[in-house]
Structures are given as C-alpha cells and as structure tokens.
C-alpha cells in the first residue's frame, strides 16, 4: 500500500523519536516549564528573529486555533477568515464553543485576498446597524492554506496594513508551515512570517512529531496570562518537555528543513507525473498537497494499492482527489504511484 | 414627519396600556406566575388548537431567540437557517455566545426552500469528514422573513418533513407573525402553525405591546427546565404579568387580528401607491414591509419629511428602501406619502 | 391581604406610569438612541457627579450583571463576591453561562469584607499552582446586599484600594439601591457610591419601575463596544425609549428619593412593631429588608393574611422570615400587620 | 536528587515506549479510528466487564473531564464535586467554560459522602426558589481523590443510588486510578468501577503512559456524536493510534497492574518509615501519594536533594508535605529518603 492520504500516517521521523527516547527516564517539572522547551524556544525565535517573543507548546491544531482566538478577541468578537478556513469547516465549532462567530469570506483558493478583506470591513461599517453585529476582531489565514496554496509576503503585508488599520491582530495557523516554507515558489521564510503576523504557530504534528505545535507570538503583551488559557482549554500537556524534546529535535541539525525538502521535492515529482500522464490540476499547489482531477476508472483502480482523499466530484465521470506528501514521503513509492498512471 | 422606519416605533396599542393600566396597583407573584400569564396562554393555546402545549412569556426577540435554540441544541450542534437570518446577521452573535454555530443556506428571498435544506443535509452527511464539523441540530425560520416573504402551509410542510428525516426540531422566528397571518396571501393560521413548528414564538413587540414575545411549545418535553434557562440567560422578567396582561389583551376581542389587518391595509395602498407612481419593487412582499426601488433624487427628497430605512444601493442612482406599516399606521399618513412621490 | 413579600408586587409608581402614557403615542428611533434615555442618562450623571460616565439601560437584573461581568472579564477570570451573592445563588449560573466562575467567599452578613478579600487574594497568590486556576478579574458587591445590610463609605474605599492594587474592577449591584442611599444609618449617597465604584447599576424595578435598571460607569472605556455586548446578551430593548422615560421620572422631582424615605420610614416601623412585641432579628438590617425570627405557630398565622417569604429555619420551632416594604407600601398596611403580631 | 513530586516526572514505561517505537514507521488512519485503538479498547472493555460499553481516548486530564462533563450536563445544570475535587481548583475553570456551574459539598478527606450528597439535594428541592438556581446535573468524583483517599464499593454503590433516584449521571476521574486499583485497602476492582460508575475514565498519563486517558462508557448513549464533541474540545489526537498503542502496552501481560503494585508497596515503605521516625500523617492514604506532617527544619533540610510538594503551611513550625511515587519509584529511592529523615 502506498500513502498520500495526509502528513499524519506515520510516527515521528526517526531523530525526533531518538530524541524523545533518549531522555525517557530523565525526571523533569511538569507544564513546559523545563529545559527542553526553553531550549526548544530559543531556537525558534532566533530562526524567527524575535528578540522579544514569546513560545508557547500545545499538542494539536485544533486546541491551538481555538485557545489562540479566545485569547485574542473579546465576547462582542469575531474571527475573519476564508470560508474553506479550517476553523470555518473543520474544527467542529470550536471557536464558537468560545463564543465567537466566524465570519467567513468567499475564497477559490482557499486565500483571504486583501481586496476582499477590505471590502468586507468597509462594508460592515458602512452598514449602520453594524453595532447589532459581531464586530470583526481578528484575522486567521493559514499558510499553506487548506489548498495548498501559499501567500507572497507583499500579499501578507497588504493583509497585515488593513489589519493594522482596523486594529486586527493577525493569526496565521502553520499547520503545514514547513511545506510553505520549503516550496520553491515562496519568498515567505520565518522571519517574514515573524514579522508580519502578530501571533503564528509551527506545526509539529504535520511535521514529523508525534503532535505538537508551537505558537509563536511577537509580544507576550498580545496573549495574558496565556498558560491558564492554555489548562482551561485542556491543552496543557502534563509531561510538557515532551513538546519541548520533538521541537528541539526538529530544530536542530536543520531537520525541520530537510523534512520541508523531501515533501516537496515528491510533492514536485508527483505533480509533474500527473501533468506528464496528461492529467489536470484542480489548482497549482505549490506545496505537499496536489489535487489533481482524476477519471473515476482511475480512482477505482488506484483504490486499492493507493491511499489518498476524495476531495469532491467533478461532474459525473471526474472526481477531484488530494494526494499528500511529507518526511516520510519514498522517492521509490512516488515512482511506483506515477507508474499506475 | 411620517413614520414608517419600523413596526416599534410608538408604545403600545392603547387597549394593552389600558390593561396594563388598570391592572397597575395590583399585586401579584412574579416571574410570570400570575393570573394574567395563565390565562393570556390558554387564550394563546386555544387560538393554536394546542391541548397539551406550553406558553412562555419572554421580553425581546433577541433573548428569545437565544434561549429557546440554547435549550434544544445539544453542544455539538448548530441552528440552520437562511444566510439573511436574524440570528445569522443581527443579534450580535447571540447563538454562537451560547456556544452553537449558526449554519447559513443561500437565499435569495429570505426563505429556506425545502429543496436548499435538503441538498445541504445530505451533502453534509455525505461529506466523510461530517463528524470533524459542526452537527445539524435544528431549523431556524422566520415567518414572515426578514424580507416580508412567506411561507405556505405546503412550504412549511416540507422542511417539517425533512426536519423530522433528519430528527431536527422546527423552531420559528415570530416576531412579525401577525403581519404574514393577516396578510391577503397567506394560507397560514395559527393553527397551521402550531401544526408544523416544534416552538415558534408569536411576536408582540412589533404588534402593539410595549414589549414582549410569547413562545409556543407542542410539547413541554422539549424545553425541559425551561423556566431556569430563561433565567439564566437574563431573559426572566421579574414583574413577569406584564407580559401576561399585555397578551392578555393582544388576544382578547379580536385585537390581534385587527392589528395585523391595519398592517397589511396600509402596506397594501402603500404598494398600490409605489406601482401606480411607476416605481418598482425590490421584492414583492404581501406583508407589512415594502421594499421599493427608489431614484436617488426621490429618497434625498423625503428624507426630511418620512421616516423610512435605506436597505441597500441599486446601482449609482437608485436606492432600496424600506417601508414598514404597523397597527398605528393611519391612512392619511399613507396618503400623505403616496402624495409626495 | 398585605404585601410584604418582596418589593416588585406591584406595576410602577403613578408618576413613572404617568410618564409612560403621556408618551405613548410618540414615535421613537429604537434601541436606547431617543431624548428620554439621552435626558435620563445626564440627571443620573448629575446626580452621581460624573462628567465623564455613560449610562446604559437594561430591562431586569440578571441580565446587566450577567452583560457587565462579562465585559469586565477575561476569559480565564472570574469574579469574586460573597458566597450568598445574588449572581453565586439566584441567578441560574447567567455568569458561567458566559464562561466565567463565581469565586465566593465566606460572608455571616451578605457583605465582603475587606480584610477577608485581601486574605483571598494574598492566599491564592501565593499558592505555587495558582496558574492552574481561574484568575480573580473582578469584585461583585450588592448596596444593599441580599441581607439588607450596608456598607460604608470608608469600608468601600477599602475594598475598592485592594481592587486597585490587584487591578481589579469593581462594580456594586444596586438592585436596592435607593433602599441603601434612603437609609437612615448610612454615609453612602450616589456621589459617593459614583465616586468608588468602576461600574454600578441604580435598580429601577424595585424601585418603583415596571423594569429597568441603570447601569453607571465612571469611565466609557470600561465598557468597550458594550452597546453589541447588550446585544449579544439579549438586553437591548427594542422600544429602549421606555427605559428613558422610566428612570426620567425616577429622577425628576426627587421621586426618587421620595420612593425611598417611604420604604425606609415603613421598615423601620415595622422593625419597631417586631422588636416591641417581643420577636428578635435575625439581622439588624437599616434597609427595606426586615429578617425576623418567629415562633412557628405566628408564621402559620399570619399566612393567610399577610404575604411575606420564609427565609429559613431556625431551629424546630422558629422560622426566619423577611418582611419587604417599597414605595407602595402604605402605614395603615404595616399597622395592621402590627396588630396581628 | 530523588524525585516524589508526583506521578508523572519521567516519559513512559518501557514497555509503553517499546510499543510506540516498534510501530513507528507503520502508516494509519487518523483521529482513533486504527486498529490500535480498537485492540486497546477491547483489552479494557474485557477488563472491565463491558460488553456494551465504549472506549475513547484521549490526550489529558482536564480536557477529559471537561468534555465528559460537557457532553452530560444540559446547559441549566451544574455538576456536584468536593470542593477540594480537581474540577472545581485546578482546571482554571475549564468546566465553567463550557457554561457550567461546579457546585461544591465540603469535604475533609477529599470524598463525597452519599449523606451530604443526599443532604445538598434534600435541601436544594425543599428551597423554592430551586428553579432560579443552577439543577444539579450529575455527580462528578475521584478515586482516588485529590487526597489519596479511596472509596469502598459499599461507598460508591450509595453514592450511585442517590444519582439514580435523582437521574443524575455519575462520572468518576480515574487519573489515578490504578493507584487505588493497587491499594492493599480497597474493594474496588476495574468491573466493580465499570458496574457503578455510568463513565469514568483510567488515566495512562500518571501510569506510565507519556500522556492519555481512556473513558470507559457503560452505554454509548450518554455520550452521543461524543467523537465530534471531543474535536470540538481540541481533544481529538490527530495521531491517535499513540493513545491506542500506549493502553494495548498497559493492558497487555498485566503491565497496568504492575505499575500500580510497585507505586503502592513503595508508598507504604515510605509511609512506614515516617511513621517509625515519628512523623505523623496529615491523611492516612492508603495510595500512592502520601501526605506527612513535617517540621520546618525537616523540610529545609530534604529540600535541595529530594523533590516532593508543599500542600500547606500547619502552624508556625510544621508543614504538610506529599510524596507521590510511581511504576518508576526505586526501592534504593525510598530508602535513601528515609534514611535522611
């Protein structure tokens, strides 16, 4: 069986597992407040360039987006962000078991545009009864977004001006942030990503960790008392060094690099089958996810040998499907799948 | 100047104040214990044709709405409604500050089409990922809808039908309901109404009280500690027979219907008025509200002189506004507007 | 029958129902934005000497506690009040509706001590894991409190220094104010009740309103964006210009004030009435409260004739029971009851 | 250094370990829908007697309780604890996060007592104001409680009686469950647990599991659409065969009973060795955490080389200390902290 379904099929890349095994028996406090996450800390926010900020590590995507947005907006607020957002769509309602709406703005490609963006908050206060509304409070992007699809910093720039202007903290969830930033079609690094959005987070989990994610806030102003935030949504990790250990590892030796490479060198290769083969794109993915328009023949025949998702019909006798790549991604299991073709 | 910005403009019909007035030395238990509560509901559940039904008295549309899809959501699920829905639009995030997602479906009419509720039911259901979002938990209406349109018994029958497919209580938005019941195009009584919806409230506010909206249950199983959820959303009137008296008399001697039937007289010669001028409508509403498509010149014209609400812009030139009747609308002021066009 | 059982039997004072009439007929731009809560919002301010504060009006008190907490609050903190709190007791869990627990402490009076809230805060500061617990964010006071007992001016300022040192809110619940402010054996008047707290609310309807309560807030910024938040919580009144023309009256001609010498005048007679005939207190209250100790047999008495609320039992064979008079209740009622004793 | 500061300082059991490593580089499907899973949670469900019962697993203790109790409480209702119970101190609110109150019953030793149980109902329904109040919706208790201390089956089966006849649902914290599972002074076996409790849950995350926590469910109809509300909660793993591969290890050659007899013959060493240095007890536990009354001096001294918790200060000159050992606590450890006493 080969596996495109998603970057979440396997265990740890072996370093991150060494690194972990390695301490198992070591006796450390509790919540993050060991060695491991400071260091792991550190070396994050100097690949990020921030002096000042501040690491937070919680265990996965869901409880991240959710106790990062509860932080930021207050009860009147809502949280603006693309309508195929992962917070919009899968994440069971867990913003607005916070309280809050999300307010969504159309995207084909899974991207806020600042165009709309702006024309959405210049329409909300043109209308006068917008205070019988949920007052804007945030922005969440994703980067790559749930299409793959990537923002130039010159587009993040624009997003982050109006937000300013509307005094909207920026929150960019990086779940998949290392095929972003390893895709050959980016100018956006760390420390781009550092300075444009007010708070970001490092998936780990995507990312060849077991789980964890790292949030990554320029101004420990922006997020109070954050660690209660962080126990009262059930997201502090008992055995806090942990996430500390897998980070550490992932930031070390340039592993978290290396992990970016592989899954979109297959990525690449996998595209350029498709192409090759003479199928089409539903979009250009310059990331790990491809998704490429199928006949249903194929589908049915790759099936059984091949996994990967079913992203949507096209008509009657296509179906859009999404095949994924990550570390563990073999150059021997692309070829083979370019070989059913 | 003319008033026509709303149905809530004015106090109370002056045979609720009346009742209101007489009653004003009396003392009574509060919280809506009293006589006048109990017996406005049996007038209430008579009118419905409902044996076995529950009537609650609650202060605001907003509120009311708020608590009664707090108690039949389950915290997993969200409320389905039209994407022009009051609840979706216009009362601040009150759902989602419970905890609940509201679910919008396109509509072009305000209206939920069985047909639209359907296709999102079983496109949810055959999305794989269902059980990672938000779980269809109830169906919200408004009867009339935010753009005066109505539903017929047919209609309403249909989403009843597929609401029980789906186990997914039917709760209506009443707050004009006398103005659709009065209309000259309904098919739609209280009875019917009762019929088909799980809860709906009968609105009083905007039908000649000073305040106050009186839900109707089939059945009381489904809003079991109901009383203590009113409190704890702050929706519990201490001198709740004021609630009580107000219904009291909406539903004594043919009241309500008179309300309702000076409502749609008004808005029908208002209409009249519009079409024999040469102006067009915006929607062709049969109830109180009137949308029309008015010149810029025209609108900047009355302004001065008539009260009414700008909708939206039609163009450069033309404007959509709105013209609301209620049971203090005179004749002469509608002549007198009809005069300036 | 005789009416002591609370002080909310009763329509409105003549005056304050006199001013809902006159006005009945008029029409008003909705939601709070009419002349009469413009006009009663400056005599509040006046009479409180705030040049800076603002007014909100809300129909009842379980809703403008629960709005206010939750626009002062943070979502990892909660708020600190005495363990028979109104809002920890009788209030349906509104607070923790909007997320936020009730911090109580021990109160023998119904009053929060000064010296036990610096003990509470000092104690959960230095508890190492206090990161691990809901934060306190602010303190709640009754004026009087659920007992009928008052502060003064020199036990505010102490409570509201320690406020000031943790950052810490305060904001009295004056349901009964005027019923604090007429008593006889108090230093508190609004200025002074204006002066101490951040945010405070004069009860209107048990004080001779049919509803509405008057939230004061030294500072706008307090309360950001708070008109959405009344949205939000259901509390935005639709024709808000009754609120307006209510507390007009309340605060024109010192009706007031009036409302409060005839309450205060009548529970002290009655307190007379109970002490010469031999009954003792269960708490010496100055206010519209009277908590006697009754042998059970003059309960079962009276209770045919005489409305009143058991409070407790006190041992097998007497009853705590509290007599509540208001601006309705007339000397020859507390005379009669006397007679009975 | 020599480390009693609690259960859970060190990564897994070796054998836990061993099982995630040697599945590392095999591919699953996400979110516990592996075979993993289902092997662990057939283990459990046969060991505790369950034929129709349901296993989930999660990632920790506060996300845990609080989905549980989301999940069982309808928006009116509280959940009863101790008031030393974890929920209503050390989970920074997170069950008055999700709307609910967490009412407490005092307690000495940690448990709830059937007769105060009984008691707080008694005198909740005799109060006729209940319906203002915050409805007792399930009870919530530890075993063993934050004290160490156990329940008898002749305990929990009374406790269980009064929720049946008031309908409450009864969830039981098993963080450290095996702790009292291993007690030389208990009754209470896995099916005894799972023949009385309606859910509770075995924790992984103090018995050598790197993190996890599996809820046992008598009937998967008291938690319905649960595997949505758990995304909701952000606690859904996105690798959750982790969990499955961690309980499989536990439950497999009898690891989870070993773990606890190891914790437990090392706690009662030490137990025995303050008693015979003529140190007393502040709780006489007969689990894993032992909780000494020691001298101040006692306490300086241990401090640099041996890791324990400060539970509060007894008098001038004394303070109650916990030790807390695990399956990784050493004999040699023991008795090199007894020798310094």
Known sequence: MLHFECDYTKGAHPAVLENLCADNLSSHPGYGSDVHCSRAAELILDECGLADGRVFFL??????????????????????CADSGHIAVHEAGAVEASGHK??????????????SLRKMLESFYSDSTWPHMVIPGMVFLSHPTELGSLYSVRELKEI???????????????????????????DVDLKAMAGIADVFYIGGTKAGCLFGEAIVCRNADLLPEFFT?????????????????????????????????????????????????????????????QFVILPNEVVD?????????????????????????????????????????
Chains 1, 2, 3, 4 share one sequence.
């Open 102 to 115: 999300v307010i969504t703005i159309a995207s084909d490609d899974g991207k806020v545009s600042a165009c």
């Open 160 to 186: 982050s001006g109006i937000c300013r202007q509307y005094s909207l903290p920026l929150y960019i969830d990086g779940a998949r942030l290392i095929y972003g930033l390893a895709s050959d079609e980016t």
């Open 59 to 80: 265990s996965g995507g869901t409880q991240t987006n959710a106790t990062v947005i509860d932080a930021l907006l207050r009860p009147w607020q809502g949280v603006v």
């Open 301 to 341: 025949r790759l099936m059984p040998d091949v996994g990967f998702s079913i992203w949507g019909e096209r008509g009657e006798r296509e179906t859009i499907v999404r095949f994924v790549t990550d570390w563990s991604t073999r150059d021997e299991d692309v070829s083979a799948l370019i070989a059913m073709l």
């Open 229 to 289: 935030l962080i126990k009262q949504h059930g997201a502090l990790l008992a055995k806090g060094w942990l996430l500390g250990l897998q980070f550490e590892a992932l930031f070390t030796d340039g592993l978290y690099r290396a992990i970016g490479r592989n899954a979109i060198d297959m990525a690449m290769k996998l595209k350029e089958g498709f192409l090759s083969n003479g199928y089409r794109l539903h979009v250009d993915s310059p990331t790990n996810q």
